[in-house]
């Protein structure tokens, strides 16, 4: 299988028309336990015209083994970063979509604490739906771009950032509740997982909401 590095082509056309890009791209949309992430990157022309860190991809295509040093790659080379969050029983009160509305929104507010003037930036908005403004009240320009996080460098990096954080996070949730193996599956529908659920039933981080019984295996 050939792997598509990512470039910055559209980031520097767009930073033509806009002083900064904020980059955005979920991870653990389909999992049936644990938060949905969205990792948002910051990306002005100075950074577009430095190196692409070594080994930056989308997250799914990194070795697990890898991901938390192109992770830290990632976080140096873009000017700020952040990860937003929405837990299990917020996606289980308002549904997946408008969690990650709601996750995107609060990366893009840790942003703006840390100094960065979002209403500057044009949101690079990774898949074919603007989640973001569909959530709520916002005055961004959110630009939604399909397979962004394996062709644009800013979204690869917000990918790769957001998915050490929630495999981070999944790791001390399975010290709470090792019999899920979620330091394995990260959540997703694992055959092990699956087989904890119906033994043990569900815990306070599992989707309630979804139909879990039938949720597909995916490992």
Same mark, same amino acid.
């Given at each position: 299988m050939?792997?598509?590095?990512?470039?910055?082509?559209?980031?520097?056309?767009?930073l033509?028309?806009?002083?900064?890009?904020?980059?955005c791209?979920?991870?653990?949309?389909?999992?049936?336990a644990g938060p949905?992430?969205v990792?948002?990157t910051?990306?002005?022309? *100075?950074g577009?015209?430095?190196?692409?860190?070594?080994?930056?991809r989308?997250?799914k295509l990194?070795?697990?083994?890898r991901?938390?040093?192109?992770?830290?790659r990632a976080?140096a080379w873009?000017?700020?970063s952040?990860?937003?969050?929405?837990?299990?029983?917020e996606i289980?009160?308002?549904?997946?979509?408008? %969690?990650?509305?709601?996750?995107a929104?609060?990366?893009i507010?840790d942003?703006? *604490? *840390?100094?960065?003037?979002v209403?500057?930036a044009?949101?690079?908005?990774d898949?074919?739906y603007?989640?973001?403004? %569909?959530?709520?009240p %916002?005055?961004?320009?959110v630009?939604?771009?399909?397979?962004?996080?394996?062709?644009c *460098?800013?979204?690869?990096?917000a990918?790769?950032i957001?998915?050490?954080a929630r495999?981070?996070?999944?790791?001390?949730l399975?010290?709470?509740?090792?019999?899920?193996?979620?330091?394995?599956n990260?959540?997703?529908?694992?055959?092990?997982?699956?087989?904890a659920?119906r033994?043990?039933?569900?815990?306070p981080?599992?989707?309630s909401s979804?139909a879990?019984?039938? %949720?597909?295996?995916?490992?």
């Open positions: 050939t792997v598509v590095a990512p470039r910055l082509g559209l980031e520097r056309r767009l033509k028309e806009h002083p900064l890009i904020i980059a791209d979920e991870v653990g949309r389909g999992a049936l949905v992430a990792g948002a910051v990306m002005d022309a *100075a577009a015209r430095r190196r692409i860190p070594a080994g930056l989308d997250s990194v070795a697990e083994a991901r938390p040093e192109v992770a830290e976080r873009v000017r700020a952040s990860v937003g969050w929405a837990d299990a029983g289980d009160r308002v549904g997946i979509m408008r %969690a990650l509305g709601l996750a929104q609060r990366a507010a942003l703006r *604490a *840390a100094g960065v003037v209403e500057e044009i949101v690079l908005l898949g074919n603007d989640y973001i403004s %569909a959530a709520g %916002a005055t961004l320009t630009r939604p771009v399909i397979k962004a996080d394996r062709d *460098a800013s979204a690869s990096a990918s790769i957001a998915k050490v495999d981070e996070l999944m790791a001390r399975h010290d709470e509740s090792p019999v899920y193996q979620w330091a394995r990260k959540g997703y529908a694992s055959a092990d997982h699956r087989a659920i033994s043990h039933g569900l815990s981080h599992h989707r979804w879990i019984a039938d %949720a597909p295996t995916l490992f």
